[in-house]
């Protein structure tokens, strides 16, 4: 796993205060709905907020955050990609 994922990892359990593990969240795992973490709206806003401001990943609209939040893998691919990683 990478340090990337480590980290965004870390941000998620802090920030939504989830009750899981690093370990215990898979990196393919869906982030929304019951196949995966479980996130609802409410989650998705303070995960943009979040990914702003650990990785300076800036979300321009509501299709760019369904692309972005899928998985840890999508987060981390468009943080590499878009963001400033300046944790």
């Not at 994922?5 to 215990?24: F, G, T, W």
């Not at 989650?43 to 760019?64: I, N, R």
Request: negative net charge.
């Amino acid at each position: 796993m990478s340090d990337l994922h480590q980290r965004i990892k870390a941000v998620m359990i802090e920030e939504l205060m989830l009750q899981e593990s690093p370990e215990d969240i898979e990196n393919a795992a869906p982030l929304f709905g019951p196949d995966g973490l479980g996130l609802d709206s409410v989650d998705a806003l303070q995960l943009a907020v979040a990914m702003d401001k650990h990785f300076g990943l800036k979300m321009a609209d509501a299709e760019q955050a369904k692309e972005f939040m899928v998985s840890v893998d999508t987060l981390a691919k468009a943080i590499e990609e878009h963001g400033k990683s300046s944790d």
